[in-house]
Each structure stands twice: as C-alpha cells, then as structure tokens.
T-cell receptor, first 115, second 114 residues
Framework: ETGVTQTPRHLVMGMTNKKSLKCEQH?????MYWYKQSAKKPLELMFV???????ENNSVPSRFSPECPNSSHLFLHLHTLQPEDSALYLC??????????????FGPGTRLTVT | AQSVSQHNHHVILSEAASLELGCNYSYGGTVNLFWYVQYPGQHLQLLLKYFSGDPLVKGIKGFEAEFIKSKFSFNLRKPSVQWSDTAEYFCAVNSFSNTGKLIFGQGTTLQVKP
C-alpha cells in the first residue's frame, strides 16, 4: 500500500473551471514532486519542492499553480486549462530532493479530463 | 539535455520466456539509475535501483539489471517471466548535479501470455 495518497482519483473539468489536486505523504519525507503522465510520452517532471521550497519549475504554464504548505502536503491548483492538459497527474515524495540516493515514492495519480 | 531511451515500446512474451528490456541514457557524469513498474490499475513502484558498487543489481520479483557504464546502459532482465509480470516498465535516471530531478524513459509495455 502506498504511503502517498492523492485526491481526487478522477476529475473532469471545463476549461473555465478552477480545481485543485491534493497530495499527502505519510513517509516523513521532505521533498515532493508533481509529474504529468500523458499517453505515449515519458513522465514529465513539473515541480519539485524541497523542505517546502520550490526548487524546480520545469517550464510549466502558469495555469498550473503548485502549493506546498508543509512537507506532508502538496497541491496543484488548476485554472483555465486546455484539453491537451488532460493526463494522469502523479505526485511523488522522497527523503529530500538531491542528486544522491533519491528514491521516489509515487501516489496513484489523478486522472484529469479537460472538456 | 539529459534523456533516457527505452528501445522496446511493446513486448509480448509467453510465460517462462526470458526478458530483457533495454535502457540507455545520455549523461556523462555520475548517475543513479532506477527501474519502476506500473501494474494495471496500480501506482508506480520501484523495482530496483543502482547507486554505486556492484553493477549487477537485484530487485523484487526476480528482476535484475546491469549497469554498463561504457555503454550508458541499464538493461532490465528476468530469466522466466510470469503472467503477473504484465505491466508497464519505466527506466529513470538522476544525476548528482540535479536537484532530485528524475528523467524517465517513455516506458515499455510488457504483455505476458499465459
């Protein structure tokens, strides 16, 4: 059973809606990540937070807005999305965000459909 | 830019056949290497990892992978696959110069026929 939970598991939203994805990790980790998984494409890293500070923004459009209020919680706020943003959004955590022994643990993902 | 290439996109095997999935990466420095697996309807799980030491690493469920530095490769192997190995397999790399950034390959779908 995963120590990383994500809600909701499925989300359908219109292009003018505002919604948020939530991620929570119960592993005592200090780093959290958002990834986008689209069909037939590699997982794309979106954001990295290390000790609540954003350390990586992989050129993500501003319609995606992350928030990390503490080391256990990570949000992805969504507004005015496009149909091509439909994908599986994965959250992950690790002990810390470093280039060393950085094993990441993944949540089950939120399947997002933008209509 | 760093990249990871998985040569096989879709592999179909019969039970008891041997498996080898290719993974090559482009980065000249020190790296950490991972294989993740995603079973149908489940989340991504770590299968095995290489940080340092013996280049032949063993993971869960009888999987192993060999790091060949000169070939920039980290191929995944299993001598005899089972129907339950049907899943998608992802190779990933991060480097010591990265702030935790994992670079993933595009994945290989393995279908094992009973």
């Amino acid at each position: 059973e995963t120590g990383v939970t994500q809600t909701p598991r499925h989300l359908v939203m219109g292009m003018t809606n505002k919604k948020s994805l939530k991620c929570e990790q119960h592993l005592g980790h200090n780093a959290m990540y958002w990834y986008k998984q689209s069909a037939k494409k590699p997982l794309e890293l979106m954001f990295v937070y290390n000790f609540k500070e954003q350390t990586e923004n992989n050129s993500v459009p501003s319609r995606f807005s992350p928030e990390c209020p503490n080391s256990s919680h990570l949000f992805l706020h969504l507004h005015t999305l496009q149909p091509e943003d439909s994908a599986l959004y994965l959250c992950a955590s690790s002990q810390e965000a470093s280039g060393g022994a950085n094993e990441q643990y993944f949540g089950p993902g939120t399947r997002l459909t933008v209509t | 830019a760093q990249s990871v290439s998985q040569h096989n996109h879709h592999v179909i095997l019969s039970e008891a056949a041997s498996l080898e999935l290719g993974c090559n990466y482009s980065y000249g420095g020190t790296v950490n290497l991972f294989w993740y697996v995603q079973y149908p309807g489940q989340h991504l799980q770590l299968l095995l990892k290489y940080f340092s030491g013996d280049p032949l690493v063993k993971g869960i469920k009888g999987f192993e992978a060999e790091f060949i530095k000169s070939k920039f490769s980290f191929n995944l192997r299993k001598p005899s696959v089972q129907w339950s190995d049907t899943a998608e397999y992802f190779c990933a790399v991060n480097s010591f110069s990265n702030t935790g950034k994992l670079i993933f390959g595009q994945g290989t779908t393995l279908q094992v026929k009973p």
